[in-house]
């Protein structure tokens, strides 16, 4: 198996990075990008994250000085994949609370790679107008081994819940394990590799790339902090056997057969690269005198709109903090949105709902569904001694909130069989505690 341990990365988000494998020193051109001839007998091969024109400030490209260039490779040819949609109109409006238990993993003897493993849960808007976003569930208990894939259609933000993810891309390797997250942006391609049964949840969005929130009046430091994020260095292998590569392209695979590995980049650099980031590292900032702040505090990353403030789609998370408001209902507020909310758990519980809602699992609150804590958080945290406590310790939920009001798949439906019909239960008994003498 290759080596995914001591691996090195560098650090900062959005920065113009250069990397050389360390088998090649000075593979990279000093002072130009397209040299008549490149060092090593490499080819130069640009790849665009925006338009040419593109304002400064948003211009995303590498530059990749590799083996052979991308466009040595049979035609393609589609393959079906029944459970990754991008067709909303055949999925029914379903305005319900929804919560999944625990998505299940292939059956032991099936063989299932990360790409086979791709599960639309919901999502809105097409590809073909770059407008929108699709959430995925991958479930999967192979390595990809010699197959490479790459999204013709947006950036997907990887959320691992169970298994470590060893990924080669083209920028080289990186590791990703649970309570860590990915950004592999559009066109990138990358392979998977495992070792145990992988469960995990997809933002894919089509609009626009990922970036860090502003911070207002927080300052210049804090949230997800801009040096916590990892690149990885550049690393090839020269491998001249077949390998597949399948692209995602209009929400449709399809595949085609290089004659070499596609993880032939000696060196490259450029501001448009995968990263990797811990969640461990966020700075957390909440209320410290009284009430519930807005969850958009947690934000790590957010894909915006053209509208200013409302993202396609926010990744928030619920990391482990203190809670120390006074004369305070701690926990969530009962809500209702003109955004949809999807939560997912990577490990631990929820504190607005610490039974049903498990790791593994998801629910969805769509736009101006209600929802908030349960009966039982409910009950507790309005009769709660409020002293400081640790909240959420060794737990770790988090949520893709969209402006876009999302349909859910068949799969997400029927299909997966963990949707909970009994999910409405859990306000059911909340009780009318109304009373004129108590003002
Ligand atoms: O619905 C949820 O659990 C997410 C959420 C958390 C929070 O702290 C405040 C509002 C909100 O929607
Ligand atoms: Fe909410």
Redesign the pocket.
């Known amino acids: 198996m290759m080596s995914f341990t001591n691996l090195q990365y560098l650090k900062g988000f959005g920065n113009e990075f250069q990397t050389e494998d360390h088998r090649c020193p000075n593979a990279l051109p000093e002072g130009q990008n397209n040299p008549q001839k490149c060092a090593y007998g490499l080819y130069a091969e640009q790849l665009s994250g925006t338009a040419f024109t593109a304002p400064r400030h948003e211009n995303k490209r590498s530059w990749l000085y590799r083996i052979r260039p991308s466009v040595i490779h049979k035609p393609f040819k589609p393959v079906p994949n029944n459970f990754l949609i991008n067709n909303w109109h055949d999925c029914l409006p379903n305005p319900n609370q929804m919560r999944w238990k625990p998505f299940k993993l292939p059956d032991a003897q099936k063989r299932v790679d990360f790409v086979e493993g791709l599960h639309t849960i919901c999502g809105a808007g097409d590809p073909k107008s770059r407008s929108g976003l699709a959430i995925h569930i991958y479930l999967c208990n192979i390595s990809m081994g010699k197959k490479a894939f790459y999204n013709s259609d947006g950036d997907f933000l990887i959320v691992p819940q169970q298994g470590a993810l060893n990924i080669k891309t083209e920028f080289g390797k990186i590791r990703v394990e649970p309570n860590e997250i990915c950004v592999i942006q559009q066109g990138i391609k990358f392979s998977v590799d495992i070792e145990e049964a992988s469960r995990g949840y997809i933002l894919e969005v089509f609009d626009n790339h990922f970036k860090l929130p502003n911070l207002g009046p927080i300052g210049a430091n804090g949230l997800a902090n801009p040096r916590d994020f990892l690149t990885p260095v550049a690393w090839y292998e020269e491998f001249d056997e077949p390998h597949v590569i399948i692209s995602k392209f209009q929400g449709h695979l399809f595949e085609t057969v290089q004659p070499h590995s596609p993880f032939d980049v000696v060196a490259w650099h450029g501001n448009y690269a995968p990263y990797k980031y811990n969640l461990k590292n966020f700075m957390v900032i909440n209320a410290v005198e009284f009430d519930?702040a807005?969850?958009s505090i947690f934000t790590v990353l957010t894909c915006p709109s053209n509208k200013e403030g409302t993202a396609i789609a926010d990744f928030v998370i619920f990391p482990p903090r203190w809670a120390v408001q006074e004369h305070t209902f701690r926990p969530?507020?009962y809500?209702r949105?003109c955004m949809s909310?999807f939560?997912g758990l990577i490990f631990g519980n929820y504190e607005?709902k610490e039974e049903g809602f498990l790791p593994g699992g998801a629910s969805l609150?769509s736009m101006m569904t209600p929802?908030g804590p349960d009966k039982q958080c409910f009950e507790g945290a309005s009769n709660a001694d409020l002293k400081p406590v640790r909240v959420a310790d060794g737990t770790m939920a988090f949520?893709f909130e969209s402006s876009l009001s999302l349909a859910v798949s068949k799969w997400g439906e029927e299909i997966c069989q963990t949707l909970d019909a009994e999910y409405y239960k859990c306000w059911e008994s909340l009780k009318k505690y109304f009373n004129l003498n108590e003002a």
């Open positions: 519930h807005d969850p969530p507020y809500h949105n909310e939560m607005a609150h929802h949520m």
